[in-house]
C-alpha cells in the first residue's frame, strides 16, 4: 500500500485555515482519497489538553520556553497517534498548522534560538514533514479585522495568542516569510487577503499536480 500524503496549512491568526481545510478535505475525498484532519495543538486526548494550557489566560501562562516543550510535546503525540499510522496505512492527513508554526512563533514571535527549535522539534516529529504547505499569508490588518468581526458573530473572545501585539504579528509575518523562502518547493504561499474562493483556486494550482 503506498504512503499517504501529508498535507499542512499554515498562516497567522484568522488567515482562513478551516475554510480551506474543508475544501481540501472534501476535494480528496471526492476523489476517494481517506483523509484524516487534525489540528495543533490538538488531535489526541492529551493534546487537547495542552491545548487549553496554550490557548487560555491565566495567572501562571507558560513562559516562552515552556510555551514551546507544550507544542512539541502535543506534536509528539499527535505524530505518534495520529499521523503516522494514518499515513502508513495510505490515508492522506491535513493538519491546521505543524512545526512551521512553532518556528515561526516561538522562533521568530517569541525569540527563541532557531537552531534548539530545529533539534527539539525533529525529536518530537521523529523526522516527520509535510509533503507539502500552503502558507495563508494575510496582513496583520486583515487579520485584526477577520478576527473582531468573528468575535462579535460569535461572542467569543481572543485567546492568549491572538491578544498579542502587532509587532508580534508581524514578526509571524516576517517568520513565515523566511520558511517560505527557505524551502519553496514545499511551502507554496497563498495570498489570503483575497476572497476564500479566490484562495481556494490558488490553493487547487498547487494541489492537482500532486492528485494527478
Request: charged letters at 30%; one cysteine or more; glycine letters at 8%.
Amino acid at each position: 500500500m503506498a504512503r499517504g500524503k501529508f498535507i499542512t496549512l499554515e498562516g497567522g491568526e484568522a488567515a482562513g485555515k478551516s475554510t480551506q481545510i474543508a475544501r481540501i478535505k472534501a476535494a480528496l475525498e471526492a476523489r476517494g482519497i481517506e483523509t484524516v484532519v487534525t489540528r495543533e495543538p490538538g488531535g489526541t486526548r492529551l493534546a487537547e489538553l495542552i491545548r487549553g494550557l496554550l490557548k487560555d489566560e491565566y495567572e501562571d501562562a507558560p513562559c516562552d520556553r515552556a510555551e514551546l516543550l507544550l507544542f512539541l510535546a502535543a506534536r509528539a503525540q499527535l505524530v505518534k497517534n495520529v499521523i503516522k499510522p494514518a499515513l502508513d496505512a495510505g490515508k492522506w492527513v491535513v493538519s491546521d498548522r505543524f512545526s512551521d508554526s512553532t518556528f515561526a512563533y516561538q522562533g521568530y514571535g517569541r525569540g527563541l534560538p532557531l537552531d534548539a527549535i530545529e533539534t527539539a522539534n525533529s525529536f518530537a516529529c521523529d523526522g516527520l514533514k509535510p509533503d507539502i504547505t500552503f502558507w495563508l499569508d494575510v496582513s496583520p490588518e486583515t487579520a485584526l479585522k477577520r478576527r473582531l468581526g468573528r468575535e462579535a458573530a460569535t461572542n467569543t473572545g481572543a485567546d492568549r495568542f491572538e491578544r498579542e501585539q502587532a509587532a508580534f504579528h508581524e514578526r509571524l509575518r516576517a517568520g513565515f516569510a523566511a520558511l517560505h523562502a527557505a524551502e519553496p518547493g514545499r511551502i507554496a504561499r497563498i495570498d489570503a487577503n483575497a476572497a476564500p474562493d479566490d484562495v481556494w483556486e490558488e490553493i487547487w494550482t498547487h494541489l492537482k499536480p500532486i492528485l494527478s
